[in-house]
């Protein structure tokens, strides 16, 4: 509310600049949340992903489920995603019943040319691969924003890696002395003091990594490091990306 009056009073001019980009970002995700639900689903074992893209392909995905009756199940990848298969009235499974999907859907902090994602944003990285590996095909969400060359160049708060909390400080070390960059250790914020915990019960290190990279041998590097749980580097994994764009049309990128 404060952020909104001090816009006004900055003219209506400067207001509605303002809020038609605030709306162009978020159409664009609804609208590659849409065309990739309408695509990719047509009934079975869903993924269902995380993040704020991932609320427009749930409401398309109720709705196609209603007007075409689907027989589906949803798995989820985080707290968030169960909450939003609940709250649409979507059947919900897990992968203790359901170890193999036929598609599953989510977004990304970044993607490049290859299709390489950086997730782990919102700090569900681990069951996010997970629930990915497991699908048959894994379909990438984004907006225009999250589009880019080479990894980086879009999304500059590092590759989240979640890491058992005795040992944060071992694997920060020993990622620096391979690679170089910087890593942080993400806090909580102002409204708890200390570090992000995840789902899981584990800490959040963000390495801001100094230059492209080897991503397949990167990751490989990550998970062998005592204490690294999973990294946010999803490499050879995703299919198809759908990118909402800025004009309303939404361009659609395939694995090679």
């Not at 058992?164 to 914020?189: A, F, H, T, W």
Request: charged share 20%; with cysteine.
């Amino acid at each position: 509310m404060a952020r909104l009056l001090k816009l006004l009073k900055q003219g209506p001019v400067f207001c509605a600049k303002y809020c038609s980009s605030a709306m162009s970002v978020e159409g664009s995700k609804k609208e590659a949340a849409c065309i990739a639900v309408e695509n990719n689903v047509k009934g079975g074992v869903i993924g269902i992903g995380s993040g704020s893209t991932i609320v427009y392909a749930v409401e398309k995905l109720a709705e196609i489920v209603a007007e075409q009756n689907l027989d589906i199940v949803c798995i989820p990848t985080s707290f968030q995603a169960r909450q939003l298969i609940i709250k649409h009235g979507l059947p919900l499974g897990d992968l203790e019943t359901h170890p193999v999907l036929d598609v599953c859907i989510d977004g990304a902090d970044e993607v490049d040319t290859d299709l390489t994602l950086i997730k782990g944003g919102g700090g569900c990285l681990l069951q996010e691969k997970i629930v990915a590996s497991c699908a048959k095909k894994f379909v990438v969400i984004a907006d225009y924003r999250k589009k880019s060359n080479n990894l980086g160049e879009q999304w500059t708060k590092g590759i989240p890696i979640e890491v058992i909390p005795l040992s944060y400080r071992c694997v920060e070390m020993k990622i620096v002395s391979q690679y170089g960059g910087n890593i942080d250790l993400r806090l909580s914020g102002e409204s708890k003091a200390g570090p992000v915990v995840t789902d899981n019960g584990n800490f959040i290190l963000d390495w801001k990594f100094p230059s492209t990279l080897d991503w397949k041998a990167v990751e490989i590097f990550l998970n062998m490091i005592p204490g690294v749980v999973e990294n946010g580097l999803f490499v050879n994994m995703a299919h198809v990306a759908y990118f909402g764009m800025k004009d309303g049309s939404v361009m659609t990128k395939e694995r090679e």
